[in-house]
């Protein structure tokens, strides 16, 4: 039998879920639920970290092999909007070559996943932001053709 603080935390959690709904796209709440990609590369081929105008941080490791990113995951300390964004962007950025790679910007993640609120906007800038910086970080390596 449930006590009531049970019965109170379920509430309050499905009451955060139908709010989400309300605010975001099926693909942010399903990413923000579910991320994929999430987790470190050891010894990554590319790396970047970024610190957001919120204070978020986001940090991507890139596997890339023929001058494609073969693998692109992240960790982040942020909101969930942060996770979806990251998500999503490191499903935008596996198959890619580094110059496809490098035109994924706030606005195509914006697009891809169907807009965010004002207020969350810098959450895909967050996100894309990181993915250059690993890129960057790889191209500067000296590795990439």
Known sequence: MK??????????????????KRHYSEMVVNHWLH????????????????TGSCGDTMEMFLTIE????????FLTDG????????????????????????????????KTCGGLPPEDEHCALLASDTLLVAIKNYEKSGEFS
């Open 35 to 50: 991320p994929r990609n999430i987790g470190k590369i050891k010894n990554p081929d590319g790396y970047g970290k970024v």
């Open 66 to 73: 023929n001058n494609k990113i073969t693998k692109c995951k």
């Open 3 to 20: 006590s009531d603080f049970d019965k109170f935390a379920e509430q309050l959690q499905e009451e955060v879920f139908r709010d989400a």
């Open 79 to 110: 909101c969930g909007t942060s996770i979806a964004c990251g998500s999503i962007t490191t499903e935008l950025a596996k198959g890619k070559d580094i110059k496809e790679a490098k035109k994924i910007t706030q606005n195509v993640v914006l």
